[in-house]
C-alpha cells in the first residue's frame, strides 16, 4: 500500500499569516496514464472533509486561489495564504493513483 | 449535488448492519462511487469502490465482510456491514468518483 505521510501534525498561525502542509507518499503517485492523482481535502470540525485539490495543483470549484499545490513524484506540498478563520481544521493529503486509496494522517491547523 | 448516508447505529459484534447512500443532483449511474471511513478522533480510511459498471475494490481490512452495491433506478448506494468488529466503529461516508462531494456521513458503533 502507498504511505501517504504528512508533516507537521499541528501548525499555529496567525490570521493572514502563511502556511506550508508537505505531503510525502512512499511510491510515485504518477499513473499510467500520465496524470498524478493527489487531492487535499479540509475537515472542518464537525463537518465531512471537502475537496480544495485535486491532481496535485487543481483548485476544486469555489476554493479560493488562497489555496495552491504542487509537487510531483512523491514530494507534496499544500501553501494556504492569508489565513482566515474559515480555513482552520485538519487538512488531509490522499492518494487515488492505486488501489487501495490511501490518505495522510492530517495536519491540525490551528490559530496562534 | 447531494448525498445522504442513513442506516447506521449501534450493533453487536459479528452483528450485520446495511448502509445507505442518497444520491441527488447529478447523473448516478454515469458515476464511480466510495464508502470511506473515520474511526473516532482518526484519520480517513478508504473502505470500497464501485465503478459505474458496477466493479468492485476493497480495502484488505474489509474485503470478504463488506459488499458495495448499486441500485442505478434509486440512485442509492449501499454498503452491507457483516461480521461487525468493534474496530469497524466508525463515521462512514460516500463519496462521488474523485472525491469531489461527500456526504454529511452516519455513525456505526460496534459495540456489545
Known amino acids: 500500500d502507498v504511505v501517504m505521510t504528512q508533516t507537521p501534525v499541528s501548525l499555529s498561525v496567525s490570521l493572514g499569516g502563511q502556511v506550508s502542509i508537505s505531503c510525502r507518499s512512499s511510491?510515485?503517485?504518477?499513473?499510467?496514464?500520465?496524470?498524478?492523482?493527489l487531492s487535499w481535502y479540509l475537515q472542518k470540525p464537525g463537518q465531512s472533509p471537502q475537496l480544495l485539490i485535486y491532481k496535485v495543483s487543481n483548485r476544486f470549484s469555489g476554493i479560493s486561489d488562497r489555496f495552491s499545490g504542487s509537487g510531483s513524484g512523491t514530494d507534496f506540498t499544500l501553501k494556504i495564504s492569508r489565513v482566515e478563520p474559515d480555513d482552520l481544521g485538519v487538512y488531509y493529503c490522499g492518494q487515488g493513483t492505486q488501489y487501495p486509496y490511501t490518505f495522510g494522517a492530517g495536519t491540525k491547523l490551528e490559530l496562534k | 449535488v447531494q448525498l445522504v448516508e442513513s442506516g447506521g447505529g449501534l450493533v453487536q459484534p459479528g452483528k450485520s448492519l446495511k448502509l445507505s447512500c442518497s444520491a441527488s443532483?447529478?447523473?448516478?449511474?454515469?458515476?464511480?462511487m466510495h464508502w470511506i471511513r473515520q474511526a473516532p478522533g482518526k484519520g480517513l480510511d478508504w473502505v470500497a469502490y464501485?465503478?459505474?459498471?458496477?466493479?468492485?475494490v476493497y480495502a484488505d481490512a474489509v474485503k470478504g465482510r463488506f459488499t458495495i452495491s448499486r441500485d442505478n433506478a434509486k440512485n442509492t448506494l449501499y454498503l452491507q456491514l457483516n461480521s461487525l468488529k468493534s474496530e469497524d466503529t466508525a463515521i462512514y461516508y460516500c463519496?462521488?468518483?474523485?472525491?469531489?462531494?461527500w456526504g454529511q456521513g452516519v455513525m456505526v458503533t460496534v459495540s456489545s
Open positions: 511510491q510515485s503517485l504518477v499513473h499510467n496514464n500520465g496524470n498524478t492523482y
Open positions: 464501485i465503478s459505474s459498471s458496477s466493479g468492485t
Open positions: 443532483g447529478f447523473t448516478f449511474s454515469s458515476y464511480g
Open positions: 463519496s462521488t468518483t474523485h472525491f469531489d462531494y
